[in-house]
């Protein structure tokens, strides 16, 4: 390999990892605000088109986060603060981990993010996670992680094996705004999603021009959506040519947590988490700029906001819009395509969106040219004030999932639910 990728990076899991603790109710601090948010387990999830069922798939997990197939009715899932990478057959948990490393995980460093590659007999799986020299959780007392560390492993019977570091970035100041999911995209390249790793709260060295600092110090690989080979090599540069710049795909990001491409246009859609407002679904297009720090949420809503402010690396970055914000904030976690007709053609190619603070999916169509959502005339805005606003229950496809963390499609083209708060798998599938 030519040349690793190092730089300092780091993401989040939203404020949904800060939810380590199942129990009935559970109180979490939202965002920067740290308003406490009762987050209430309702029972037994449900779903509200009676055409669907769902199915428990596996329970017991400790934090799951995410979670990938490496085969039918065969998931790996991430425990958050356990380190563990564990592996699920037909429903039942191996006894043994199929990989176990040293993990920092404070507030919402984690192990983060896993996706999955075949190439031919070898079956490669890429994982985001917060590393540390020493034990589990030690950085709660005071020891620094080593980095957000994106590695690539082989699958090998129950194992996994042959570690290669592909992204070593930032984990401080932190512990917030990791980020870390991880998809591979329909150009065969890994994309990762990392916000500023708590970099608006810590002064003048943290406040990088991809942060939309017009004098911040150079791009150090927070605060964006970075793009690199499955060998860990740079791709063509959106922005710039330097590293770590030329890695970016989409910047001006503060906490995100999901992200999958539209099969119909190969478009990027993400979520984005605000400072206890400006929750964000957007349309990532190449160069895309979320805002973060000038703007979160509509910008004609910002009191102090310029285009001006928001166009930089010599045109080559372009903001936009989010296509809906929650100024309750509710989460935003999962993105999900659903490329099947299993759940029935209505669905087909529709985009699920999970989120942690209500353990709700919504569910939404697209207009024609899939550059955006398809909203009920009460949400023509494009903003929920609140859970309980006008127009949001026919965007709620489920509820009572106790916080959400990612939404997978399954190789049988089921949905696959993973809820960190109630530490299970679920899938959703037809009634019939």
Known sequence: MEELVSVVITSSLISFLILTSIIPHLFVKAQEEFAETEFVEEGKPKIFDPKLKIQTIAEGLNTPTTMAFVGPNDILVLEKDTGLVKRIVNGKVLPKPVLDVNVANSIERCMCGIAVSKDGSTTNV??????????????????????????????????????LLLMDL?????????????????????YVVIGDVDGSFKGETTETKTQNYKD?????????????????????????????????????IRNGFGMDFDPVSGNLWDTENGPGNGDEINLVLPGFN??????????????????????????????????????????????????STKLGATYENDMFVGDVHNGRIYHFDLTQDRKDLILPKELSSRVIETPSSAGVNSIVFGEGFGGITDIEVGPDGNLYIVSIGLGSIYQISLAS
Request: hydrophobic share 30%; charged share 20%.
């Open 290 to 339: 979320s805002g973060w720090q000038q703007v979160s949420g509509l910008a004609s809503l910002e009191d102090s906001f310029t285009e001006s402010d928001l166009e930089g690396f010599d045109g080559n970055g372009h903001y936009s819009d989010p296509e809906l914000v929650w100024v309750n904030t509710a989460g935003p976690t999962a993105v999900k395509f659903l490329n």
């Open 216 to 252: 911040g110090v150079d791009p150090d690989g927070r605060g964006g959506i970075l793009r690199i080979t499955q060998d860990g090599q740079p791709t063509d540069g959106i922005l710039g040519d330097s590293i770590p710049l030329r890695l970016y795909y989409a910047y001006g």
């Open 126 to 163: 890429f994982i985001y996670y917060t590393e540390i020299d020493g034990k589990d959780g030690e950085d709660k007392s005071g020891k620094q992680p080593v980095g957000n560390r994106v590695y690539r492993y082989e699958l090998s019977g129950d194992a996994l094996i042959n570690p």
């Open 170 to 190: 930032p984990a401080t100041p932190g512990p917030r705004h990791n980020g870390g999911d991880i998809i591979i995209g329909p150009d065969n390249n890994i």
